[in-house]
């Protein structure tokens, strides 16, 4: 079998968790396949290939330190014309999604998407895909190249992270034609609150129903001397600002508790929360995905809940 | 009798201002003319005969505040008089030696005592209105703070115009009682045919013969040249409602009232400026005498938001007589929402029906709502929260976002199982509603109906999944696209089923489907349900074997009442359960509306409000002394249940539905209810839950 | 500055979702489909630029499929000038469905093609990128800011945490739109049963669009229930909870 190529993902100088979950199962499948696990770094990245110790080369395709659709993508695709790896590893991020598709229709490689579970099967791998919201779990074998697009969380990062000296190869790639040019990173706005660091977290989803709804959620958090989160439905609604935001393109967070209300648990809302130690989870539907990564949940109306816990909290 | 001069003089002076009224009153016709098109044509005769014997009677403006309507009796049947009062008094002028005054005729006899007490009666009745509105003040003339209103109205316009209205009254009258008694005292003696003006001619007993002739000259002129000039000052005043309001009673909506027009232009459907709106309604600011009774009925004025039907009004008028004739060239392209009403006010109408129900001289300041609501809609400027429930009426057919298939997920906790009327043929239908089906709140009262239903043998059921909203409120939030396709794809369903009456518990459904869906193909028997459980009382299907020994009140839902003029078929219901009923002081047509309709339901309260209208209403019947407060319609249930608790009165008030005290009453045994589960079909339709869509 | 928005439709996620008896597939029977929410933003931010005087032409397409006519109807009465129907094949998978866009964007001409960053279904890819390769022009995803100047365009990419990078593009170019400036209008009924009388949908051919890519689905089920969420009955479990994980 060939290798598997592991484009890795970083951030101000920081190799972000995505690469080092993906680098854990790399390094497992390209074992169990007799291959090797290759990790690709861009601009200057190169210099911390130490703490790429789970992969047996690096290649460094130099170019800008700052993440760019256009160049980075043509030059994975240089790497992957060249290498021909049997599988090609992407976080499936807002940067993965530039690199992954372009780099797969240029070269006419199966692409496989929001990966939340890969293995071996033989002559391939069998990856299995969180679909229609996290409702479902699409299997797909491939077998020759594949692109698969690694959803943030679905593997462990600490099985990742290993320091090393892996080979470090200067690559040399394709620049892409210079249509898109980045300006500047800009840093979110200081907000009021900074919910990563917030020990309870009282969150909010589409099942609150309407902006003054959210006044419930609020009396519940006072309670609780919790911060209110919320999912990205409710930012892009106006309803909340974006501090509040968890999810992929939101925050990370950790909190001892998290307080899921009328959220339904796809994939990119999963992706910022699933960390918190425990997750409480109250949706109507009791099929509703947000069940699968609770510790305790119930199936009941979130108002009913909420009203009920408030009254009796305050007494 | 005047001399030649005055009489040269008086008809220059007939001439002038007739000819400056004329203009004003053309001026009139052609604005209203320029309103889009209504048919009020049939029957004109029968119409005009009934606006006559309707306000002959004084039938509209008794409909409230009766003491006020009182003294306006006085002044109507005085000021009606007064027509032939002033023939006379131009009779008296022109021809030599004509007076009723001394004549032994019983016609002139009784003529003078008319003329005599109902001068009395304007001039009291003036002074009382002048005094409401110039001492009392009282607080329901006034608006909300944040009503907009016209800048002639916030100067003080509507003040003005009483005040010139009340002084030419007073003078006309005035001078004219005053100079009768001029007459009498010339002659010497009094009348016992002119009682009043008999007492104060002795203020005149020591004028000279020479003042006494003068003084009638000038109390003639005073009573006639005032009312002459009064003219062309008519059509900018409301005092022009003296015409127009029995015209506009005449000319007002004979169709059914829970049946809104169609839309005449589809592609710029409803109303965004005056002349888009239908004549009638182009007509109301003229009828309008700006008493504020439609305000004080307002759900939404009265818990302080800026809807005021009746600064709408006042609003149109005051923007048309400051346009004057710009009017029919750009001034008439402004937006009604521009000056007239603004945007919070239009949606926080909940059509309940009382302005149009109150108003005495029949304007439908609601109606002007809907059309603009139509024209706003259709360039998709509506709160964001309505968007969004309609959007999920068209995907989902209900409008709480959830699967369709959910709709019947009510009935899970019966012990019976529910017909399926789209697949067996059944006697009644049973159209449930969203409310119903979905909110908390109703569920309950929903599955006793179900209960009560099956315990009498009643072969119904229900269409489960395939039921959608019946739209009666999409109609009324201006999406009738929308409603169009709601009716249409219910209308094929119902055809699809076999069913002899349809019932319902909603109130809106109700409306929609027995008034409106006829007009979309859609003719069937609708009743609400408390008829039916009327009829089965009386039939003898339902057995109320107990009687029950409680005190309650009964809330008139808006679009069960003053829409459809069903009153008594709950009340009856209730008695025969052995309710005392003890009645609220807004009942039946009065009934204040809990705030649901009209899409507020769907919209969050404005920040403005000082006090839910369901509170109010819970605090009303907390005042007459019962605890138990009761509905007939899902939506009430829901708004009065938590009524209830936010006004503080859970533990004093029990918000109840009819069939709660038919289900108590019929006092049921236990086993009968497995029974009754055992001799339906095994019909199930699928409940699968839902979920709450993408969420990231 | 000619905008061409591709609408596809996706399954109402508001449904639940069974799969069928072949285990591959999702159960069709009580299915509903609406438009893509993302491709719904991506229209909208397409008629905003236009409603500010940055678009001139905003330009809809849709695969013909079921409900299709009614998407385009519903793009016009929101603001569309025009509305492209692509007939002549049925795209199996993403990469035949940006190789017919990208066929139909050739010859209709655009300055700017504006797609929903991703869909619940797009297994194999999203059609951003796939359709930007095809038609060899630059492409940024995950936008939710765009100014226009000229020939080039200034766009916000969203990054996680909050963090935001700006590019550069140069037009023609494709952008994958993760949200619009607000929220994508409401279309109403009446206007678009209006649309539909007076409006009129182009046609156009896909084309030839290659071969799948080549990835089929093994199976397909639910997530496995098992180590679930300890599902609570009350509200004192539930407060118990709270206390013992610290935070009451």
């Known amino acids: ?315 | 009798m005047l001399s030649p001069n005055e009489q040269i003089a008086f008809i220059l002076l007939v001439v002038v201002c007739g000819r400056l009224a004329f203009q004003g009153f053309n001026r009139i016709f052609k604005t209203v003319k320029s309103g889009a098109k209504a048919d009020r044509s049939d029957n004109l005769v029968g119409r005009f005969m009934n606006a006559l014997i309707d306000v002959f009677l004084q039938k509209p403006i008794a409909k409230a505040r009766p003491i006020v309507s009182m003294f306006h009796s006085f002044i109507f049947f005085g000021f009606s008089f007064y027509l032939l009062v002033n023939m006379n008094d131009v009779l008296e002028a022109y021809v030599d030696g004509w007076t009723t005054i001394g004549s032994d005729n019983i016609v002139a006899k009784l003529f003078n005592v008319f003329a005599d007490i109902f001068s009395v009666f304007v001039l009291v009745g003036m002074i009382f209105f002048l005094y409401r509105r110039f001492v009392q003040k009282p607080k329901v003339m006034e608006f909300n703070t944040n009503v907009k209103l016209h800048p002639g109205v916030s100067a003080g316009g509507l003040k003005k115009d009483s005040l010139i209205v009340g002084i030419f009254i007073l003078i006309h009258v005035g001078s004219r009682w005053l100079g009768t008694a001029m007459h009498l005292a010339g002659n010497g003696h009094t009348d016992s045919w002119l009682p009043t003006a008999s007492i104060i001619s002795g203020l005149f007993s020591n004028w000279s013969h020479a003042s006494l002739e003068t003084g009638i000259h000038v109390t003639w002129w005073l009573a006639m040249g005032l009312i002459v000039m009064f003219l062309p000052y008519f059509p900018r005043s409301k005092h022009i409602h003296l015409i127009i309001a029995p015209v506009n009673l005449a000319l007002g909506r004979k169709t059914a009232r829970g049946a809104m027009d169609g839309i005449s232009n589809p592609a710029s459907p409803g109303s965004k400026t005056l002349s888009d709106l239908p004549w009638p309604q182009v007509l109301d600011p003229w009828a309008c005498i700006m008493c504020t009774r439609c305000h004080e009925v307002c759900p939404a004025h009265e818990s302080g938001t800026p809807l005021s039907p009746s600064a709408l009004e006042i609003n149109k008028r005051y923007f048309i007589n400051e346009q004057g004739n710009a009017l029919f060239n750009d001034a008439g392209e402004t937006a009604l929402m521009d000056y007239a009403i603004s945007d919070d006010a239009v949606w926080s109408c909940t059509t309940c029906y009382a302005c149009v129900e109150v108003c005495p001289v029949g304007n439908e300041p609601m109606m002007d709502i809907m059309e603009m609501r139509r024209n706003q809609v259709f360039d998709a400027k509506m709160p964001d929260e309505l968007a969004d429930v309609l959007r999920s009426l068209d995907e989902q057919g209900n409008s709480f976002n959830e699967s369709a298939r959910r709709r019947q997920k009510w009935s899970k906790k019966l012990d019976i199982k529910l017909k399926n009327a789209t697949k067996e043929p059944v006697k009644y239908l049973w159209y449930v509603g969203d409310f119903a089906s979905f909110n908390q709140n109703c569920q309950d009262t929903t599955r006793k109906v179900a209960e009560v239903l099956s315990a009498a043998g009643v072969d119904f059921g229900i269409m489960g999944k395939k039921e959608k909203s019946a739209g009666n409120d999409v109609r009324r939030t201006g999406e009738e696209g929308l409603f169009e396709v709601l009716a249409e794809q219910n209308i094929k369903m119902l055809e699809k089923c076999d069913f002899e009456e349809i019932f319902t518990t909603d109130p809106h459904t109700f409306n929609t489907l027995k008034n409106e869906y006829p007009d979309k193909g859609g003719n069937y028997t609708v009743k609400h349900y408390s008829t039916l459980l009327l009829e089965l009382i009386q039939s003898g299907d339902i057995d109320l074997k107990k009687k029950l020994d409680i005190k309650a009140t009964y809330h008139d839902p808006c679009y069960l009442g003053r829409y459809n003029g069903i009153y008594n078929d709950p009340r009856d219901v209730m008695k025969l359960c052995g309710i005392d009923l003890v009645e609220m002081p807004r009942n039946k047509e009065n009934s204040f509306c809990c705030g649901a309709g009209g899409g507020r339901v769907w919209l969050p309260d404005h920040d403005d409000m000082t006090q839910r209208p369901s509170e109010n209403r819970i605090e009303e019947a907390v005042a007459v002394g019962v605890n138990k407060f009761t509905v007939a319609c899902p939506k009430d249930m829901t708004m009065y249940a938590d009524a209830a608790k936010t006004s503080g009165n859970e533990d004093t008030m029990a918000v109840k539905d009819i069939i709660d005290f038919v289900l108590e009453a019929m006092d049921l045994p236990e086993p009968i209810m497995e029974e009754i589960a055992s001799s339906y079909p095994n019909e199930e339709v699928s409940t699968e839950p839902q979920s709450e869509g993408l969420d990231l | 500055m000619k905008i061409v928005v591709p609408l596809n439709q996706v399954p109402d996620l508001v449904e639940d979702l069974e799969v069928d008896a072949s285990g591959k597939a999702l159960d069709t029977d009580d299915i509903k489909f609406k438009l893509n929410e993302f491709d719904d933003h991506a229209l909208e931010e397409a008629i905003l630029l236009k409603e500010s005087g940055a678009g001139d032409e905003v330009v809809a397409m849709a695969i013909d499929r079921d409900g299709a006519d009614k998407m385009l109807f519903t793009a016009i009465a929101k603001g569309a000038d025009k509305v492209v129907k692509l007939t002549g094949g049925n795209p199996a998978d993403s990469h035949q469905l940006g190789k017919a866009f990208a066929n139909a964007l050739e010859s209709e001409g655009f300055d700017m093609v504006f797609t929903g960053v991703q869909s619940v279904d797009d297994r194999d890819g999203q059609l951003g990128p796939i359709v930007a390769s095809y038609l060899g022009a630059p492409c940024v995803s995950v936008v939710s800011g765009i100014s226009i100047s000229g020939a080039t365009a200034v766009v916000h990419k969203e990054y996680s945490g909050g963090m935001m990078g700006e590019f550069e593009v140069d037009m023609p170019a494709v952008l994958g739109i993760q949200a619009a400036k607000q929220a994508p209008r409401y279309a109403p009924v009446s206007k678009i049963r209006q649309v539909q009388e007076t409006a009129s949908i182009m046609e156009a051919s896909m084309g030839d669009v290659g071969s799948a890519n080549g990835s089929a689905v093994a199976s397909m089920a639910p997530p496995a229930k098992g180590s679930g969420a300890e599902m609570l009955d009350d509200i004192d479990d539930l407060i118990d909870v709270l206390k013992d994980k610290g935070a009451i």
């Open chain 1, 1 to 315: 079998m060939g290798d598997i190529l592991v484009i890795t993902e970083h951030l101000k100088g920081e190799f972000q968790d995505i690469t080092f979950e993906m680098l854990g199962k790399a390094k497992e499948l390209a074992g169990a396949s007799g291959g090797q696990c290759i990790a690709v770094t861009f601009g200057n990245m190169n210099g911390k290939a130490g703490e790429l110790g789970m992969a047996h080369s690096v290649v460094s395709v130099g170019g800008s330190d700052d993440f760019n659709p256009e160049s980075y993508a043509a030059a994975v695709q240089s790497v992957v014309s060249a290498k021909s790896p049997s599988l090609v590893m992407v976080g499936s991020t807002s940067m993965g999604m530039d690199i992954a598709n372009s780099v797969a229709t240029a070269l006419d490689i199966t692409t496989v998407s929001y990966c939340a579970d890969m293995s071996s099967s033989d002559g391939g791998f069998s990856v299995t895909s969180s679909m229609y919201g996290g409702k479902m779990n699409v299997v797909t074998d491939v077998s020759g190249s594949a692109v698969a697009m690694v959803l943030a969380g679905a593997f462990n990062a600490d099985a990742g992270k290993s320091a090393g000296s892996p080979t470090v190869e200067d690559f040399a790639v394709d620049s892409g034609a210079g249509k898109v040019r980045f300006k500047q990173l800009i840093e979110p706005e200081a907000a009021d609150v900074d919910i990563t660091q917030s020990d309870i977290l009282v969150a909010v989803g589409r099942g609150i129903g309407s902006k003054d709804d959210i006044e419930l959620a609020e009396e519940l958090a006072d309670i609780l001397d919790a911060d209110l989160a919320c999912s990205r439905p409710l930012v892009d609604a106006g309803w909340m600002s974006k501090a509040h935001q968890v999810g992929k393109s939101g925050m990370k967070v950790k909190p001892k508790v998290y307080i899921a209300l009328g959220i339904s648990g796809a994939p990119e809302h999963i992706e910022g929360m699933k960390s918190s130690s425990t997750i409480i989870a109250i949706n109507s539907d009791k099929n509703a995905p947000i069940f699968d990564v609770a510790h305790y949940g119930m199936a009941e109306d979130l108002f009913d809940v909420v009203e009920e816990l408030v009254e009796e909290l305050e007494d």
